[in-house]
């Protein structure tokens, strides 16, 4: 998977501050990417991420932030905005990007290359079934289910796995899968 490895290195990105960047300045780093919101149920879980990044930076693990408002207007804000409520509200020092669009024909090339690796997140279903309780139509895959869905990506840059918007940081089978990657043994799915 050297060409995904490449490609997603090569991305340019922009920081929440407006800095150029890539991924490629976390090469060697266990990547956790999540796509974030303000104003979703799921916001508190900007404290587990932290906690996940505390506990396992010193190992290589960095968990990368990234805006989106593309489920029902949860992320209306500016990226100053996103980045003092951030900060404010949840002591957040994980790298934080550009709100950026993740779903739909103007994904952001980042988020093409995410779901084209890895189609389909782990434990869906549940998640899925409580939008449809909403009366809400979820995205089939390979489009992202909702917000905080997670990519795990390798030292090498390979997309080892994707986990559900509900899956929080402190889960079991997330945090498996991550001290894998970090010890090398690697994780599928």
């Known amino acids: 998977m050297n060409a995904t490895s490449t490609a997603l290195d090569e991305i340019p990105l922009k920081t929440i501050r407006g800095e150029d960047t890539s991924l490629g300045d976390y090469a060697g780093k266990v990547l956790l990417i999540v796509n974030v919101a303000s104003k979703c149920g799921l916001t508190p879980q900007y404290e587990g991420l932290e906690a ?8 290589g693990l960095v968990v990368l932030g990234f805006p989106a408002n593309d ?6 804000g500016s990226n100053e905005e996103i980045e003092s409520f951030c900060t404010t509200n949840f002591g957040v020092d ?8 993740a779903t739909g024909p103007d994904k952001h090339p980042l988020y093409a290359a995410l779901t084209e690796a890895q189609p389909k997140a782990r ?4 998640f899925r079934e409580r939008l449809k309780g909403f009366n809400m139509t979820p995205n089939e895959a390979p489009e992202l289910l909702w917000n905080f869905e997670k990519f795990l ?6 997309v080892l796995a994707r986990f559900a918007p509900d899956t929080k940081p402190d889960d079991a089978d ?12 690697g994780a599928t799915g």
Do not use: C, H, W
Request: glycine share 12%; net charge negative; aromatic share 12%.
């Open 123 to 126: 434990n869906d279903g549940a």
């Open 52 to 59: 996940l990044y505390r506990r396992f930076k010193d190992d």
């Open 94 to 101: 994980f790298p934080m990007f550009e709100k950026l669009v």
């Open 174 to 185: 997330l945090v498996a899968a991550i001290e894998a990657a970090l010890s090398g043994s």
């Open 71 to 76: 489920f029902a207007g949860q992320e209306p």
């Open 153 to 158: 990506v390798g030292r090498d840059g390979t």
